[in-house]
């Protein structure tokens, strides 16, 4: 059984480019969420996923954030006209509910905005 | 609003000896979830220890443990025979039952000396 992974490890943009970073949760498991982490924090929520359903969506998450899972499976999240101040880490978990409430962390995309 | 309140930014201890994380957090829910989540240095957070609210007996995971106190709203982790792997920033975390906004501490950065 394979752990969450997130694609790419790392990446480096210029202010107001577009980027997509994946998330692949554990399979068979119907919940996905995304956390920003900036450095020396604790991960700040910013959405997650019931199946293919997006059911919440943090204040964090401004209109240049767009998350989607379109088959219940793998999660992109999509940040338009970056800024520096995305500059962070970007974290996606998954869960099986009502089985377990345990979240499940993968390595995380660290992007930096230049 | 769930906050979680982390109290020490950095602690040490001694190979072998023990040390206790605190961790403190605001709530009206009755149900819910606490965790102990540790993220060793550009490693993936991992899951150290979960407690649910309903249970009044503590949460033991091998040399992990958990004082809960649930009127107090408190919720310290206890290592004892510390290792040199223990060595990382630990995140005390608080979610509703049936999970979909799961609130972080800051984290505490834990050193382990030789």
């Known amino acids: 059984d394979t752990g969450v992974s997130q694609d790419p490890r790392h990446k480096i943009t210029k202010r107001g480019q577009n980027v997509t970073f994946r998330c692949d949760p554990i399979?068979?498991?119907?919940?996905l969420y995304w956390y920003r982490q900036t450095l020396g924090q604790g991960p700040e929520f910013l959405t997650y996923?019931?199946?293919?359903?997006?059911?919440?969506k943090s204040r964090l998450l401004s209109d240049r954030f767009s998350a989607e899972r379109p088959k219940g499976s793998f999660s992109t999240l999509e940040i338009q006209r970056t800024e520096q101040g995305d500059s962070a880490m970007y974290l996606c978990?998954?869960?099986?509910?009502?089985?377990?409430?345990?979240?499940?962390f993968g390595p995380g995309t660290r992007l930096t905005v230049l | 609003a769930q906050t979680v309140t982390q109290s020490q930014p950095e602690m040490s201890v001694q190979e072998a000896e023990t040390v206790t994380l605190s961790c403190t957090y605001d709530?009206?829910?009755?149900?819910?979830?606490l965790f102990w989540y540790k993220q060793p240095p550009s490693r993936q957070m991992i899951l150290v220890i979960r407690?649910?609210?309903?249970?009044?007996q503590n949460a033991t995971e091998n040399r992990f443990s958990v004082n809960f106190q649930k009127a107090a709203k408190s919720f310290s982790l206890k290592i004892s025979d510390s290792q040199l792997g223990d060595a990382a920033m630990y995140f005390c975390?608080?979610?509703?039952?049936?999970?979909?906004?799961?609130?972080f501490g800051a984290g505490t950065r834990l050193t382990v000396k030789p």
């Open positions: 978990a998954s869960s099986l509910v009502p089985s377990t409430d345990t979240q499940y």
């Open positions: 399979s068979e498991h119907n919940r």
């Open positions: 996923f019931q199946n293919e359903a997006q059911l919440e």
């Open positions: 709530t009206s829910e009755s149900d819910y979830y």
């Open positions: 407690q649910e609210a309903y249970k009044q």
């Open positions: 975390a608080y979610d509703r039952r049936n999970n979909n906004d799961m609130r």
